[in-house]
């Protein structure tokens, strides 16, 4: 999506300029902004511990494979809001026996709530892929006496149920504006989508751009997939440049939707990672890739600019994951999604911390994930200067520069109509201040004045009149 795009509309920048004031003006959990929290592990530290990690961040939901009483107490009173799950193996049981569905809810959701903000049932996870006729037959049924359970115990409304799909639901994603689901899946989803649609409850999805990149791996793709600056894919539908995959992805979805007719259905993201390790065949696992994107994401979500379909809010999202999972099988990339180590410090840091999120200088995650080098501009040095656009770079290049660094929470009013530094109103005078406003707040490091080896490092500073680029060492 391109955020401003040649001639800059005072309502565009209004709409903006009032999401930077609620970005830094919000202290604590940031409503749209979860964790998945699984257990498949033997090393994770103790509810209370992961309760407490949580409070200082800016996650306000986490979501639940299963329903631990342990994790669901931990939380209780903390404001956090959680989303537990009945296991693939618990629908059998769910679809054919209401009373079963009544004891599940008397067992795991009663005692807790609602001093244990519990949101949302997931029943099941990614079943209509699995292959499983069978189950898949009883998806709807078992979520209708989960319904209906919850009813009885006077929480209808206030607890929603869904399921979770993988983005292979869809028949076609690509323009986002063809997005349809797959017609093998029928009248599954149809019942299933009727459901959320009556209930009030989320279409839950699971995007990753990551695997995505593995079967496209040309740098372009990677610049796409990590909400860097790159030449945009053109969805000759809508006539809409997407800059970044995860847009695309979650639109895909939204069109397949409105095609069915439910337009007035919540999409969420239950799920969309990177992970920082693989093995030596798992292209792009990396920690410098794994930063960018959820750093990048985060910051993304926070810019509430939405998406290209759905502008002006946040989707609902869910990183993947909390902490690594060491017993999981598979390949190494497997587990090695965590965010957080099992002694509660960071894997890598993507400005999750209420410190950062409640401040400018943490609403920017860093602006590419190559390693800094010579070529990166910075020439080996940090922490002072100005970044500014190279000379000759294209118009085209200062367009997508300008676009990404004030759709990711910077504040581009100076360059709008009557700001300060709207004069000389030229794309290469508001690029650069973009780009350098960028800089300055994603951290200073050689990488922050990257895009891709478009910028440079100055100590010449280029503030004139009354126009201030923040910099210096």
């Known amino acids: 999506m391109a955020i401003l795009r040649g001639a800059f509309s005072s309502s565009s920048f209004s709409f903006l300029f009032l999401s930077f004031v609620y970005l830094f003006h919000s202290v604590g959990a940031q409503s749209f902004i979860g964790v998945n929290y699984g257990q498949i592990a033997d090393n994770l530290p103790p509810p209370s511990a992961t309760a407490k990690l949580l409070q200082s961040t800016s996650i306000a939901k986490v979501r639940l494979y299963g329903a631990d009483p342990g994790i669901i107490s931990a939380l209780a009173n903390t404001g956090i809001a ?11 049981a769910l679809a054919s026996d209401p009373a079963v569905a009544k004891q599940w809810i008397s067992s795991n959701v009663v005692p807790f709530y609602p001093a244990s903000k519990i949101a949302v049932i997931t029943v099941g996870n990614e079943v209509l892929t699995s292959g499983d006729t069978g189950l898949i ?63 009030g409850s ?16 040309r740098p372009d793709t990677l610049a796409f997939c990590l909400f860097q600056p790159n030449a945009g894919r053109f969805d000759a539908g809508t006539k809409i440049t997407y800059t970044n995959m995860f847009d695309a ?13 439910f337009k007035e259905v919540e999409i969420v993201v239950a799920e969309t990672g990177w992970p920082y390790k693989g093995d030596d065949n798992e292209v792009g696992a990396t920690v410098e890739n794994a930063k960018a994107y959820n750093g990048n994401l985060v910051a993304h ?45 960071m894997t890598y840091d993507v400005g999750l911390s209420k410190s950062s999120s409640s401040s400018g200088g943490g609403e920017v995650s860093p602006a590419t994930p190559s390693s800094p080098s010579p070529s990166s501009g910075g020439k080996g040095s940090s922490g002072g200067g100005w970044c ?55 951290g200073r490091n050689p990488w922050n004045c990257d895009f891709s080896q478009t910028a440079t490092l100055t100590s010449t500073n280029p503030s004139h009149d009354s126009c201030v680029y923040p910099g210096g060492t």
């Open 82 to 92: 959680i989303v537990i799950g009945a296991s693939n193996g618990d629908i059998p």
């Open 137 to 199: 037959s009883q998806i709807y049924p078992a979520m209708q006496n989960l319904q209906r359970a919850l009813a009885e115990a006077s929480l209808a409304g206030k607890i929603k149920v869904s399921t979770v799909h993988s983005m292979a639901v869809l028949k076609q994603s690509e323009p986002p504006s063809s997005g349809s689901f797959d017609p093998g899946f029928g009248d599954a989803m149809k019942q299933m989508v009727q459901f959320l649609h009556d209930t």
């Open 202 to 217: 989320p279409f839950a999805i699971n995007p990753y751009p990551y695997f995505a990149y593995r079967s496209d791996t």
């Open 249 to 261: 992805q979650v639109d895909a979805v939204r069109s397949a939707l409105n095609s069915m007719g």
């Open 301 to 345: 979500l926070r810019s509430m600019v939405g998406t290209p379909l759905m502008p002006g809010k946040p989707v609902d999202t869910y990183l993947f994951a909390l902490y690594d999972e060491d017993l999981k099988p598979g390949p190494t990339s497997e587990r090695s999604f965590g965010l957080f180590k099992p002694d509660l410090t």
């Open 388 to 442: 500014l656009p190279k000379s000759g770079v294209s118009d085209a290049e200062l367009q997508s520069n300008l676009d990404y660094a004030c759709g990711m929470g910077i504040d581009c009013g100076p360059i709008q109509p009557g700001g300060a530094c709207f004069v000389p109103n030229t794309l290469a005078s508001h690029a650069a201040y973009a780009m350098n406003l960028l800089y300055q707040t994603a």
